[in-house]
């Protein structure tokens, strides 16, 4: 280690500034959201001092740095943007006892400045020991990605009860288990999902029932369920929280759909439980997987139940919700980017734009044809509606999907593209018209989950130029 972090106690201390740059008002902003006062001390000040200006922890003297300025002062940061005068505020502030540190110019500096991850209560601090800024930023990032939002409410949580836990729970090993049980178990979860009441009860219940060997914090037996939106996918398109939850599960309840590279991402020795078709054998029907979810929830187990895309679209996410709700399992619901989303993003392809559709419609394909009493839907109204249709599992229908819509009065000749594996490496995107809709399907051997497009947007679809970006890409990757 080249340096010792540390964290500094400015509550109410005094930071002087020296020099009005963009750099020093950065500094001084730090100062005051750490809770510390800032003297500031230069001639002109940057318009990013505008918002600063005000604070009541502030002030500023309108003059050139003296030798005394540093007296007294807990930190001094030198930020005029000229060596010679950083140098002579770092002199002075050496000469009065006071640790300084020159912005960007770590050899001058008693102390560095790290990148920071900033949780409230929670703050996370990188140094390169001024190797390699860029690195630190880099790696502030990845972190940033990995820590949830709302760890600051977990730190505040733990400090409401640390009293109450210093009472009950001798100091030692069982309290940092106490503690551990907290951060790690269901109360932490419930915290980090914002339910502050179960939280609290299970914070209680742990409390109360200290000397047993677990503690139910619900019916559930401490279990949980995520219904988690995995995206189109491409992992990137997970969101951080599906990713947090990825990261938590004890258990990932997952469809066929589900790309492999997404799995990847979850925690290495989460159960994975396939519950989609393979090729040649049962997928498990909702029945059943609405049981095993609520079985293996009451094991007092994370489950996360894993699907394509987003789960309240076309992903019957609404039954597992209403099922867990029944049997008084916690559930939380974590949104996904639809394939729509996903496909139309892949193919520079807006789903709405002026002057050509205002409107866009997602159906499902799997009942075309079936007759609009078996629950389909209305196909002539959908052609009325000029709004850009999205059919989801449309493939084996197409043929009679595109008669539907021409029989209801839309123009044959309406462009349409159909993407395949949208934003996955094997990604194809096929344009046409609708009435070569069943040719397409026909003559293409089209294998992975397909979604058509269907509406005058649909010719801005960017077929060639990223079909021969990805053919390249495969063919890079071997
Ligand atoms: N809940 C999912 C949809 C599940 S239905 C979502 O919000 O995206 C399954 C259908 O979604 C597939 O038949 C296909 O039409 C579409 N689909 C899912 N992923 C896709 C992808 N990567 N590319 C193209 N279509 C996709």
Redo the contacts with the bound molecule.
């Keep these: 280690m080249e340096h010792l972090p540390v964290f500094l106690n400015l509550g109410d201390r005094d930071a002087v500034v020296v020099g009005g740059t963009a750099a020093a008002a950065a500094k001084a902003r730090l100062v005051l959201a750490a809770g510390g006062r800032v003297r500031l001390i230069a001639v002109d000040l940057d318009a990013a001092f505008d918002e600063i200006h005000g604070h009541i922890r502030f002030i500023h003297l309108a003059r050139p740095f003296r030798a005394g300025d540093a007296q007294g002062a807990t930190v001094l940061f030198a930020a005029t943007g000229q060596d010679g005068e950083d140098r002579i505020a770092v002199q002075a502030a050496r000469a009065a006892g006071v640790p300084a540190n020159a912005v960007d110019r770590p050899a001058l500096s008693d102390f560095i400045m790290p990148a920071i991850v900033d949780r409230g209560a929670v703050t996370v601090a990188i140094s390169s020991a001024g190797t390699a800024p860029v690195l630190a930023r880099a790696i502030r990032r990845r972190i940033e990605a990995l820590l949830p939002a709302r760890l600051d409410a977990l730190a505040r949580f733990a400090a409401r009860f640390r009293g109450n836990v210093g009472r009950v729970v001798a100091d030692g090993p069982a309290r940092r288990r106490l503690w551990e049980q907290v951060f790690e178990g269901p109360v932490g979860d419930a915290v980090l999902r914002g339910d502050e009441r179960e939280a609290h009860a299970g914070m209680m219940a742990l409390l109360n029932a200290r000397s047993s060997a677990s503690f139910p914090a619900n019916d559930a037996g401490g279990g949980s369920v995520a219904l988690v ?1 995995a995206g ?2 491409d992992p990137d398109l997970l969101t951080l929280k599906a990713l947090h939850r990825l990261e938590r599960a004890d258990v990932i309840v997952h469809d066929r ?1 589900v790309a492999p590279a997404i799995l990847e991402r979850a925690r290495r020795d989460a159960r994975r439980i396939d519950v989609g078709k393979l090729p040649g054998s049962q997928a498990m029907n909702q029945t059943a997987i609405n049981e095993l979810l609520v079985a293996l929830a009451r094991q007092g187990l994370r489950v996360v139940r894993l ?5 309240f ?3 019957r996410g609404g039954e597992e919700l209403d099922h867990l709700r029944r049997h008084a399992i916690p559930v939380e619901a974590i949104p ?1 980017i ?3 989303a ?2 139309a993003a892949a193919a520079r392809l807006p789903l709405t734009q002026r002057g050509l559709a205002s409107a866009v419609t997602f159906v499902t394909g799997h009942h075309a044809g079936l007759g609009s009493e078996t629950g389909g839907l209305d196909w002539s109204a959908l052609a009325q509606s000029g709004a850009t249709l999205v059919v ?3 493939r084996a229908n197409a043929p009679a999907i595109a008669t539907a819509l021409i029989d209801g009065g839309l123009d044959p000749a309406t462009p349409l593209a159909v ?6 490496p094997d990604q194809r995107i096929l344009a046409g018209r609708l009435d070569t809709l069943a040719e397409i399907v026909a003559a293409e051997t089209i294998d ?4 058509i497009v269907i509406g005058a947007v649909a010719a801005l679809a960017d077929t060639d130029a990223l079909n021969d970006i990805l053919a390249a890409a495969q063919r890079a990757a071997g």
């Design positions: 939106g189109p996918g759909l699907k394509g895309g987003d789960p679209i076309f992903g996904g639809t394939a729509a996903g496909c989801y599992m449309g993407v395949e594996n949208g934003t996955r992975g989950p397909a979604l």
